[in-house]
């Protein structure tokens, strides 16, 4: 999959109107902080997300100086070419389009465009806290699945909904629909990221390994708050269990007035030759995991829907050593379309810097280096 060219229109600092044509291959963008790098990533991934990785407020993205701003791409997957845009405005709600037609649901045009950001964050995706490691997986996972996207949606939204019974005590029929709603919805998201898991378990090993020239053997399991949940079980024997283990839960709920168990409060467990990396991996097991988690998304996604997602590098060349960097650029050569943002060329390789496109970002605007 490729961008082959993107305008963009007041996004954020962003001012270009022209639209800009790039590498089918590498895209190295060269700017001093602050100037517009990471915006220009960020739009990218809105046309493929809906929504921005650094906020939910779509108004942070339109330019302090206006009112309206538009992102529109040309891209090419293997089956076909097509437009995508989006324009955002202080006075309607966001507004997707797909080759000129606007689409009911935001999903209904960003299916068909997948993307995989990698920030200096992700390198504590092993050692950060269980959030960032669900939303890896459900970020992923809304890439290839759009009902997972929707579901994903649904399902905040009855969470926040039986959440707000328990703490104004409402313990009647009321919080009864929404727990049922919760299993309901709840678990097919348990059953798509347990088999999600199962699939990415033997590539992240494998990728793993490659980076420890075999000394390392990367275990990754799905845990879940709920017991005896697995990937032998169905949807309906999750649901059982997921209501079966909240019914019992329901004096401590009543008690601390939050919703115990389920998909939100769970975790993947990530193992080093038996050790939980997490706890007791050195720093460097713990970015290597990390590396190899996100690179085992990579070639998921491939699995998946047949070619490779769009990548977009933020920063992350500065944070690697060299060994990871080179492991990275190999990964990718020839056969991702990358976008790499970066402070400056030197410390890239050589090779690289010859058969990329490389761009400047001042102040807002991109110009052919
Ligand atoms: N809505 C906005 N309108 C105008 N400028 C913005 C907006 N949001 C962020 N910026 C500006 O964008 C710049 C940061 O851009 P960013 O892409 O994160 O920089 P970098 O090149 O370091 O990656 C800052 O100067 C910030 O003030
Ligand atoms: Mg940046």
Not at 125 to 148: A, H, T, W
Not at 287 to 295: C, G, H, N, P, V
């Amino acid at each position: 999959m490729k961008i082959t060219e993107l305008q963009l229109n007041n996004f954020r600092n962003l001012k270009n109107f022209n639209s800009i044509i790039w590498d089918n291959k590498i895209n190295i963008l060269i700017g001093k902080n602050a100037q517009g790098k990471s915006n220009l990533l960020e739009a990218v991934y809105y046309l493929s997300n809906g929504k921005s990785f650094r906020t939910n407020i779509d108004s942070d993205l339109i330019n302090l100086n206006d009112q309206n701003s538009l992102v529109k791409a040309s891209i090419k997957n293997k089956q076909f070419q097509f437009k995508l845009e989006c324009r955002l405005s202080n006075t309607y709600n966001k507004e997707f389009f797909l080759n000129g037609s606007k689409a009911l649901k935001t999903i209904d045009a960003t299916q068909y465009f997948a993307t995989v950001m990698f920030s200096p964050e992700d390198l504590m995706l092993v050692k950060g806290g269980p959030s960032e490691r669900r939303k890896f997986l459900d970020e992923e996972i809304s890439q290839i699945s759009p009902s997972y996207a929707n579901r994903l949606k649904d399902f905040k939204k009855v969470l926040l909904q039986r959440n707000n019974c328990l703490k104004n005590n409402i313990f009647d029929d009321k919080l009864e629909v929404w727990t049922e709603q919760l299993v309901q919805i709840g678990s097919h998201i348990l059953y798509k990221r347990i088999e999600v898991t199962e699939k990415l378990k033997p590539l992240s090993r494998l990728i793993n390994r490659k980076l420890t020239q075999g000394k390392e053997n990367l275990e990754i399991d799905y845990l879940s708050t709920i017991q005896n949940i697995d990937k032998r079980k169905s949807v309906e024997d999750i649901k059982i269990e997921f209501y079966k283990q909240l019914s019992l839960k329901s004096k401590e709920e009543k008690i601390k007035r939050i919703t115990s168990l389920g998909p939100q409060r769970d975790d993947l467990s990530l193992k080093i030759n038996g050790m939980d990396v997490r706890s007791f991996g050195s720093q460097g097991q713990q970015r290597t995991a990390s590396l190899a988690l996100k690179l085992a998304e990579i070639e998921f996604i491939k699995s998946e829907i047949g070619e490779y997602p769009v990548l977009l590098l933020d920063d992350v060349f500065s944070e690697l050593d060299n060994d990871r960097k080179r492991f990275l650029l190999e990964t990718v050569a020839d056969k991702i379309q990358t976008f790499i943002t970066g402070t400056e060329l030197t410390g890239l390789n050589n090779k690289l810097i010859k058969s990329a496109k490389i761009f400047s970002v001042e102040n807002g605007i991109i110009n052919v280096y």
